[in-house]
């Protein structure tokens, strides 16, 4: 027999059994010891008020107070601050209150029910609309000022 036929008399035989129940139940198949966890008890720890008095008395007793809070910590990664934000001009602070500004009273006056007049809708959407296009191109297209001779792949 070649490869080939193997192969093909082996899928016969499971599109054969597709339909047929299983010789064994899995609920049957006992679970093999390989998987099974010990199982250990809770760690808690509880101490009455008047051993805590004596590890505060103890001068030695801090140090060691101070060792377990240190291994607790051990391994726990802390980021640094971030950087701070920076600093806006009056530009770029009015295009943002106009692009949310805008929106946010069409949505405030629907919600309240408000009359609007055809000037105020005009300006929130002029508003929006303004707020957009004052930001992108306020974004710049090029590199930035501070990148050295060595930018990279610049495509």
Same mark, same amino acid.
């Given at each position: ?57 103890? $001068?030695? /007793?801090?140090?060691? *107070?101070?060792?377990? +809070?240190?291994?607790?910590? %051990? =391994? ?25 500004? $805008?929106? /946010?009273?069409?949505? *405030?006056?629907?919600? +309240?029910?408000?009359?609007? %007049? =055809? ?37």
């Amino acid at each position: 027999m070649t490869p080939q036929s193997d192969e093909d008399e082996v899928w016969r035989q499971i599109v054969a059994s597709f339909n047929d129940t299983a010789e064994r139940d899995s609920a049957d198949q006992p679970w093999p010891d390989s998987e099974n966890v010990p199982e250990e008890p809770a760690r808690r720890v509880a101490r009455p008020a008047e051993a805590d008095l004596d590890l505060r008395d103890d $001068g030695d /007793a801090d140090g060691a *107070l101070d060792e377990r +809070a240190d291994d607790e910590d %051990e =391994g726990h990664y802390e980021p640094p601050p971030p950087p701070p934000l920076p600093k806006l001009d009056l530009t770029t602070k009015l295009a943002w209150l106009a692009l949310f500004g $805008g929106p /946010a009273y069409l949505l *405030l006056a629907a919600m +309240a029910e408000w009359q609007m %007049e =055809g000037w105020a809708l005009f300006t929130a959407v002029a508003a929006f609309i303004g707020g957009f296009v004052a930001l992108v191109v306020r974004m710049g297209d090029g590199p930035p000022n501070d990148s050295g001779w060595d930018d990279g792949a610049v495509l």
